[in-house]
Nanobody, 123 residues
Framework: QVQLVESGGGLVQAGGSLRLSCAAS????????MGWFRQAPGKQRELVAT???????NYADSVKGRFTISRDNAKNTVYLQMNSLKPEDTAVYYC?????????????????WGQGTQVTVSS
């Protein structure tokens, strides 16, 4: 099993910045892609940004140029630097990891989610 623990959310004024972190822990696993998703009240969960183990990134159009995703493979941690925040960025942000789990019977692929961290941007 893999656990994802997020941190760094909070309340910020429009135009401000926040940095989210997500650390993965467990045993006998490796991580392929990691990402951030968000869900605003009354809306579906949406992709914010993803990053592969090799460092290739992908962003939602709404955050391009403002958010930066990065990862530290040695620490199994992914970050999301959010700049120029807007009220419409208000949401619960979830970390996601696509993992390979080593078991007695071989390898299995599993997706894990963090518990979510609230980001609120005031106007």
């Amino acid at each position: 099993q893999v656990q994802l623990v997020e941190s760094g959310g909070g309340l910020v004024q429009a135009g401000g910045s926040l940095r989210l972190s997500c650390a993965a822990s467990g045993s006998s696993f490796s991580i392929n892609a990691m990402g951030w998703f968000r869900q605003a009240p009354g809306k579906q969960r949406e992709l914010v940004a993803t990053i592969t183990s090799g460092g290739s990134t992908n962003y939602a159009d709404s955050v391009k140029g403002r958010f930066t995703i990065s990862r530290d493979n040695a620490k199994n941690t992914v970050y999301l630097q959010m700049n120029s925040l807007k009220p419409e960025d208000t949401a619960v942000y979830y970390c996601n990891a696509d993992c390979i789990i080593n078991t007695t019977w071989g390898q299995t692929r599993q997706t894990y989610w963090g518990q979510g961290t609230q980001v609120t941007v005031s106007s």
